[in-house]
Structures are given as C-alpha cells and as structure tokens.
Nanobody
Framework: VQLQASGGGLVQAGGSLRLSCSVS????????IGWIRQAPGKEREGVSC????????YYADSVKGRFTISRDNARNTVYLEMNSLKTEDTAVYYC????????????????RGQGTQVTVSS
C-alpha cells in the first residue's frame, strides 16, 4: 500500500492550495480515505476524510467551509482543495487510509503516506 501526497508549498494567508494523493496497492472504494495533519508541537489531527463509497464526509470544525475533499476512484486519487488558508493551517499534511472513517478522524489511520508541508505566511 502506498499513498503519495503532493501539492504542498508556501502560500500567503487567504490563498489556496490543492493537495493530491495518489494511491496504489488497494482500490480506493475499499477504504475510507482522507487527510490528517500535524503542526509543530501539536497532536496529529484529522482534517477531512471520505467514507469508502463517498457516502459520508468529515471535516474538522477548523476547516469547514474552506476545505473540500474529493476523490476520483477511477484514478485512485484523492484531493484536498484548501481555500482561505490561515496561518494556523501550517502543518505537515498526510494522506491517510483506513477501513474505518473514525480512525482517520482521530488521526490514527492504518495507512499514512509521507507528508507534504503546507506553510501559510501572514
């Protein structure tokens, strides 16, 4: 199982970024998939995730209305569109997968890819 995240970078507050996660080794529709993040000195937290067939979607309160998760099962790719970025969104973002949506929500997924750094400057 491999989760390959990309799309991070440096952006000014108010700007946008789009993260992508390419998945291999399993079919996307067999797993809940999403994103977790870890900021310096903070616990890992679930940002957004989607259930196996996309019927349920979770967003952390801090990102609701600003971030949008989407998935392309045919391409085994998941996206996180991040708008109106704030300095507090600065963190390493990880693509995550688990058979349980809850495990991604609480930041402890079975599978986690390498992170991509998102830095939001003021």
């Amino acid at each position: 199982v491999q989760l390959q995240a990309s799309g991070g970078g440096l952006v000014q507050a108010g700007g946008s970024l789009r993260l992508s996660c390419s998945v291999s080794g399993f079919s996307l529709d067999a797993y809940a998939i999403g994103w977790i993040r870890q900021a310096p000195g903070k616990e890992r937290e679930g940002v957004s995730c989607s259930s196996r067939r996309g019927g349920s979607t979770y967003y952390a309160d801090s990102v609701k209305g600003r971030f949008t998760i989407s998935r392309d099962n045919a391409r085994n790719t998941v996206y996180l569109e991040m708008n109106s970025l704030k300095t507090e969104d600065t963190a390493v973002y990880y693509c995550a997968a688990d058979r349980s949506l809850h495990q991604i929500v609480v930041g402890t997924p079975e599978y986690r890819g390498q992170g991509t750094q998102v830095t939001v400057s003021s």
